[in-house]
């Protein structure tokens, strides 16, 4: 069976995220003063063949956890379903 992964990584809410306060102040900087706090992460779409859904997000957390995030820097979730 084929399924789609939705991934995302983001850095860790510690730590300081310069392309996020870029961002916020280019937005603030054009109006919008009610907006802060802007995170900017990575978004990845996968697909895998796999025999069951819980089989592929087991491989899809493996190539998160050793290949897609820093773990000093970054967190991830993700979400998998079945390819229609």
């Known amino acids: 069976m ?3 992964a ?3 990584v ?3 809410q510690a730590l300081l995220d310069p392309q996020g306060k870029a961002v916020t102040g280019v937005i603030r900087n054009n109006g919008y003063t009610n907006m802060d706090n802007v995170r900017v992460g ?3 779409t996968i697909e895998i063949e796999a025999d069951t859904k ?3 997000a ?3 957390d493996e190539v998160c956890r050793k290949i897609l995030h820093n773990p000093i820097m970054e967190g ?3 979400s998998v379903k ?3």
Do not use: C, G, S, V
Request: proline share 4%.
């Open 58 to 60: 087991d491989r899809i």
């Open 10 to 12: 983001m850095p860790l």
């Open 54 to 56: 819980e089989q592929a």
């Open 42 to 44: 990575k978004h990845l």
């Open 2 to 4: 084929k399924f789609l």
């Open 6 to 8: 939705e991934i995302n």
């Open 82 to 84: 079945r390819k229609a």
């Open 76 to 78: 991830y979730e993700f």
